[in-house]
């Protein structure tokens, strides 16, 4: 059974920095594609920011550049966002997605982890 499962949400001031974190585990994560995605209230859901290739290379949202990082531990089956300078803009529940090739049914598989509340505010 696949289980993504986000944590280190939580209310901080502009300016401010977070981390958070989504443990993996039922597929191989070494070779699953990881992305953080957020919603902000009324809004669609939006690509934050993703690992776009095995080589591990990446891609950000512009409005993220140069204020987030994505990174993974295979060991450790994980993949982080480093949040810095965060603005009250940043404010929605951040998402976890993993694109994995299934074996059993020949496909390649995404699923989604519970979400986690980032709010950014004074």
């Known amino acids: 059974q696949v289980q993504l499962v986000e944590s280190g949400g939580g209310l901080v001031r502009p300016g401010g920095s977070l981390r958070l974190s989504c443990v993996a585990s039922?597929?191989?994560?070494?070779?699953?594609?990881m992305s953080w995605y957020r919603q902000a209230p009324g809004k669609e859901r939006e690509l934050v920011a993703a690992?776009?290739?095995?080589?591990?290379?990446?891609k950000y949202a512009d409005s993220v550049k140069g204020r987030f990082t994505i990174s993974r531990d295979n060991a450790k089956n994980t993949v982080y966002l480093q949040m810095n300078s965060l603005k009250p803009d940043d404010t929605a529940v951040y998402y976890c997605?993993?694109?994995?090739?299934?074996?059993?049914?020949?496909?390649?598989?995404?699923?989604w982890g519970q979400g986690t509340q980032v709010t950014v505010s004074s």
């Open positions: 997605n993993a694109e994995w090739w299934s074996v059993v049914a020949a496909e390649i598989r995404s699923d």
């Open positions: 039922g597929f191989t994560f070494s070779s699953a594609a």
């Open positions: 690992f776009i290739s095995g080589a591990g290379s990446t």
